[in-house]
């Protein structure tokens, strides 16, 4: 059965430095997506994306995020300076649709961020 | 962002028994909802999902309830098994944008 796949699984950065989460989403679809689940807390949305471009991102999305699909598999965020709140598990999504209503949207194992 | 609540942080329910996850929407904009289950360390995983012009959904052991008056959904699995014991997430969104919104999540123990 297709999956969304991220890598790495875990990154332990030092606050300031940028990272970048790398995800392939399943193969035939459309809309992608990352969110993410601090500690205890729940799991929040952070930009959606499609046609190469963003379709809606979240206040916790700010100009330290950045997300880019740099070829026809790999959907990358980006955070360039990282802060100590940024440490989470950060999750990918895809579905085939966006805006149909029901479409289903497919999460990946996430990758957890640890900022030091 | 209080819009999806669960109110039960953890259910426990005997082998073989019905479990009812409960979840709680305030914004009547929400038109589709779905349930996903959470294994520690690994993503959210899709198990079933009812639109807004349905009252329940069926598939196999698990059933989606929803009641647009009072703003609440559940899902029922029957019969429970050790198996189902994880973390289940109701989440809802609206078809003129593609963001889910996530409740809290319920802690399920499925006891042998």
């Known amino acids: ?116 | 962002d209080q819009q999806v609540k669960q109110n039960s942080p953890s259910l426990s329910v005997q082998e073989g028994r019905i479990s009812i996850l409960n979840c709680d929407y305030t914004n009547s904009m929400f038109d589709y909802f779905l349930w996903y289950k959470k294994y520690p360390a690994e993503g959210p995983t899709f198990l079933i999902s009812i639109s807004s012009i349905k009252d329940k959904n069926e598939d196999g052991r698990f059933t989606v309830f929803l009641n647009k008056s009072a703003k609440h959904l559940s899902l029922h699995i029957v019969p429970s098994q050790p198996g189902d014991s994880a973390v289940y997430f109701c989440a809802a969104g609206s078809s003129n944008t593609g963001k889910l919104i996530f409740g809290q999540g319920t802690t399920l123990q499925v006891k042998p």
Request: proline share 4%.
């Open chain 1, 1 to 116: 059965e297709p999956e969304v796949t991220q890598t790495p699984s875990h990154q332990v950065t030092q606050m300031g430095q940028e990272v970048i989460l790398r995800c392939v989403p399943i193969s035939n679809h459309l809309y992608f997506y990352w969110y993410r689940q601090i500690l205890g807390q729940k799991v929040e949305f952070l930009v959606s994306f499609y046609n190469n471009e963003i379709s809606e991102k979240s206040e916790i999305f700010d100009d330290q995020f950045s997300v880019e699909r740099p070829d026809g598999s790999n959907f990358t965020l980006k955070i360039r300076s990282t802060k100590l709140e940024d440490s989470a598990m950060y999750f990918c999504a895809s579905s085939v649709e966006g805006l149909a209503g029901m479409e289903t949207q497919y999460f990946g194992p996430g990758t957890r961020l640890l900022v030091l």
